[in-house]
């Protein structure tokens, strides 16, 4: 019984050993040596609902990433497909008009299977959503003008897969929650802003200490 314990106990050593040692970075292509900390860059886009309209927005985002796991990173979203207000929607004379709607938020991200090619990442951005209308009829202000703006505060939870192409870059795939509470601009509601989203992005490392 005891010789059992100890050979089970070696084992699990071994393998603890052998964890603590493996430096491989697994990926697609080729693989390399893992990097345990350095900064990246993100860019893609998201997809999703705005003012009851399917809505686009372009991502960037920087950050780094420690002990493997762990990222933090400054993201902005900003609507490209800007949706006109009904007439009656706003005070008159003005029969047409347009959003304009971004986002900045701290993102934090855990990592789950890091030398994997692929990787889990559970994620919460909090930041704040800032929204404003637009004429698109001219008089009496210029076209484009802006007529009234509002920030509020933004929770998005999200979920994403992450393909490792080559050592330093990753292909990242997920969705979550964009939740919005606080705004005071006429003609839009929280809700009207809130909704689930999906999005695809490229991760590009710029930079990291690679284990030895």
Same mark, same amino acid.
């Not at 029969?95 to 986002?103: P, V």
């Given at each position: 019984?005891k =010789?059992?314990l100890?050979?089970?106990?070696a084992i699990?050593?071994?393998?603890a050993?052998?964890?603590q040692?493996d430096?491989t /970075?697994?990926?697609?292509? *080729?693989?390399? *040596?893992?990097e345990?900390? +350095?900064m990246?860059?993100?860019a893609?886009?998201s997809?999703?609902?705005?003012?009851?309209s399917?809505?686009?927005?372009?991502?960037?985002?920087?950050?780094?990433m420690?002990?493997?796991?762990? =990222? +933090? $990173?400054f993201?902005?979203e900003s609507?490209?497909?800007n949706?006109n207000?009904?007439?009656?929607a706003?005070?008159?004379?003005f029969? &047409?008009? &347009?959003?304009?709607?971004?986002?900045v938020?701290? /993102?934090?991200?855990?990592t789950?299977?890091?030398k994997k090619?692929? $990787?889990l990442n559970?994620g919460?951005a909090?930041?704040?959503?800032m929204?404003s209308k637009?004429?698109l009829?001219g008089?009496?202000f210029?076209?484009?003008? /802006?007529?009234?703006?509002?920030?509020?505060?933004?929770l998005r939870?999200?979920l $994403?897969v992450n393909?490792n192409?080559? *050592?330093?870059?990753?292909v990242?795939?997920?969705?979550?929650y964009?939740?919005l509470v606080?705004s005071?601009?006429?003609?839009?509601?929280?809700n009207?802003m809130?909704s689930?989203?999906?999005?695809v992005?490229l &991760?590009?490392?710029?930079g990291? &200490?690679?284990d030895q």
């Open positions: 019984m =010789r059992s100890f050979t089970l106990l699990a050593l071994c393998t050993g052998f964890a040692t430096t /970075q697994k990926t697609l292509f *080729k693989n390399a *040596k893992v345990s900390a +350095g990246y860059f993100t893609g886009t997809f999703g609902q705005f003012y009851n399917n809505a686009i927005l372009t991502q960037f985002g920087f950050g780094g420690i002990n493997y796991r762990y =990222r +933090g $990173s993201e902005f609507l490209v497909s949706e207000l009904k007439p009656d706003i005070v008159q004379p029969s &047409r008009m &347009r959003w304009r709607f971004s986002t938020a701290m /993102q934090f991200d855990y789950i299977f890091p090619v692929l $990787s559970p919460l909090v930041g704040m959503g929204v637009h004429s009829d008089a009496p210029d076209t484009d003008a /802006q007529l009234d703006d509002s920030n509020m505060f933004m939870p999200s $994403s393909v192409v080559v *050592k330093f870059l990753a990242k795939i997920g969705g979550g964009r939740y606080g005071r601009s006429q003609g839009i509601s929280d009207q809130s689930p989203y999906g999005f992005a &991760r590009l490392e710029i990291g &200490r690679t």
